[in-house]
């Protein structure tokens, strides 16, 4: 994920093959995922526990055998309801959805759903990756055609409200205001210096950013601090000290209790690692 910018690219190694699929984690420790956006199209297929989904401020809960649609361009972001929950992430990039003739930014998915189908065919993407027969790129890709192809046939939704200019124009102000954290969050900014940039009143604000991302400003803000001086405590280049100064913080007592309470742990305990 870019470090300036919450908008995710999604770079492919292999342009032929613009397919990503992985298995994730996530522990109710974990706070450290933070509301972004991409143009593809993004399907959860949950393996174990329970997830929770927030996406343009419409919430999803999946379980064992449910799959969740993130359509294009929305806001963001996944967080697990038990202890530890599993699910396979896979990303359709919006080039190989437009070549079958489908354009994802043009359309909406149903957000939750449980399809035998679907799921059959996240168990051969899931074998072919762990296998890698001979073509099996090619096996996978022809997968993701007929899996996307029976999305468009069986779960479009002909109406949605996010599809209103005024909701619209709300998920627009989160956007701008989150790239204006991400360029600017090791700095001392305020609630009021993002909700002048993004156009708005400060009180405004703050009830659209929470009610689209499902964070308050600030722990957004802090998350976000907390995540980038991991990296750079990470890369032991950092005193603990120096990694809460360059990511925004001038107290060094809040940022270890910050820090602990997103990241499960205090900062000094990565220099030992």
Known sequence: ???NNFYEPHNHKDPSFPIIFHLDTRNKSQDDFLPH????????????????????????????????????????YIQTLEEESKYYCLIVDRNFCEEIGIDTEEIIFQRLIKDKLLKDQFRIIREEFMKQKPLYKARIKSVITDL????YRDYILSETPLSSKPETNKIDIVKKAIRYIQGNYEKDISISDIADK??????????????????????????LRCTNAKKLLLSGKYSVEEAAFECGFDNLSYFSKTYKRHMGCLPSSLKRM
């Open 1 to 3: 994920m870019s470090p």
């Open 37 to 76: 956006w991409h143009e593809n199209i993004e399907i959860l297929y949950v393996l174990q526990g329970s997830i929770n989904v927030l996406s343009d401020a419409s919430s999803i809960t999946a379980n064992p055998e449910e799959i969740i649609i993130i359509n294009s361009n929305n806001v963001h």
């Open 148 to 151: 996307v192809i029976c999305l």
């Open 198 to 223: 993004a156009g708005v009143s400060k009180f405004y604000f703050c009830r659209i950013f929470k009610e689209i991302t499902g964070y308050t400003t600030v722990r957004y803000i802090n998350i």
